[in-house]
């Protein structure tokens, strides 16, 4: 039987998972999930279509530039960011709600939006997912083949930035092999926070 959760899971922490696009964030997560369906993960807004496969409200909540615009203005959102020519948001209500029964939650984000979360709450958790080398990354978005070369090139021109940037982040996982990858996240989303460590935030 595959259990819930560890029965370790509950400190009420925020991790954030980044990493460029293809690097294997969703494949990683679904590996944690496949083995802990009770593991939390935020479901975000995007503006971008859906691929063949996804889900109105599985992978995303499919939105048009109305409702992305409203959700701005009324402060739904954690953090957004635009990406590669859409726009990508956290719903902050679910985060908040999942935060407030002591149990953790983990976003799957871009850089851009990994700031803006330790800006707002600097104990979260930052981890980034890197590739084993620069070829693996082009040959995984090339592979997954869901997005045409024009728009790979664009994201890979953002990976680049992407990679520069790891030095921001609290842990950075190397992709090499889905199954080592996800045994690393695991534990990171039940290590304490330092913050408990200490006896609490809030005393
Ligand atoms: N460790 C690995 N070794 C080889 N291939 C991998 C590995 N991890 C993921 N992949 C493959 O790389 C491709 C991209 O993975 P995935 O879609 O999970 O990336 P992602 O980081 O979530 O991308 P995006 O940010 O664009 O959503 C997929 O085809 C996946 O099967
Ligand atoms: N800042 C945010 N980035 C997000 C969010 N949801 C997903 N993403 C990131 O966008 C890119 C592209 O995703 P794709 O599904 O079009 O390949 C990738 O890096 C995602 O992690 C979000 O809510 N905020």
Same mark, same amino acid.
């Given at each position: 039987?595959?259990?819930?959760?560890?029965?370790?899971?509950?400190?009420?922490?925020?991790?954030?998972?980044?990493?460029?696009?293809?690097?294997?964030?969703?494949?990683?997560?679904?590996?944690?999930?496949?083995?802990?369906?009770?593991?939390?993960?935020?479901?975000?807004?995007?503006?971008?279509?859906?691929?063949?496969?996804?889900?109105?409200?599985?992978?995303?909540?499919?939105?048009?530039?109305?409702?992305?615009?409203?959700?701005?203005?009324?402060?739904?959102?954690?953090?957004? %960011?635009?990406? @590669?020519?859409?726009?990508? /948001?956290?719903?902050? &209500? $679910?985060?908040?709600?999942?935060?407030?029964? #002591? =149990?953790?939650?983990?976003?799957?984000?871009?850089?851009?939006?990994?700031?803006?979360?330790?800006?707002?709450?600097?104990?979260?958790?930052?981890?980034?997912?890197?590739?084993?080398?620069?070829?693996?990354?082009?040959?995984?978005?090339?592979?997954?083949?869901?997005?045409?070369?024009?728009?790979?090139?664009?994201?890979?021109?953002?990976?680049?930035?992407?990679?520069?940037?790891?030095?921001?982040?609290?842990?950075?996982?190397?992709?090499?092999?889905? %199954?080592?990858? @996800?045994?690393?996240?695991? /534990?990171?989303?039940? &290590? $304490?926070?330092?913050?408990?460590?200490?006896? #609490? =935030?809030?005393?």
């Amino acid at each position: 039987m595959v259990p819930d959760a560890p029965a370790f899971l509950h400190h009420a922490r925020l991790t954030v998972l980044s990493g460029p696009s293809g690097v294997g964030k969703g494949t990683v997560v679904a590996e944690v999930r496949r083995r802990y369906p009770g593991v939390w993960l935020s479901v975000s807004v995007t503006t971008r279509r859906p691929r063949p496969g996804e889900t109105d409200g599985v992978q995303y909540h499919f939105v048009d530039d109305a409702e992305f615009d409203r959700l701005v203005a009324t402060d739904g959102l954690l953090e957004w %960011a635009e990406y @590669a020519g859409n726009r990508y /948001g956290t719903p902050v &209500a $679910p985060v908040r709600e999942r935060l407030a029964t #002591g =149990a953790p939650a983990l976003l799957e984000i871009e850089l851009q939006g990994a700031r803006q979360v330790r800006a707002r709450d600097p104990e979260a958790q930052l981890v980034f997912l890197a590739p084993p080398s620069w070829a693996d990354l082009v040959s995984r978005l090339a592979g997954r083949g869901s997005e045409p070369p024009e728009v790979q090139e664009r994201r890979l021109a953002i990976a680049q930035a992407e990679l520069d940037a790891s030095g921001e982040f609290d842990v950075v996982v190397v992709n090499d092999d889905v %199954a080592r990858a @996800a045994d690393e996240l695991v /534990g990171l989303l039940t &290590a $304490p926070s330092p913050d408990l460590c200490r006896g #609490g =935030a809030h005393e």
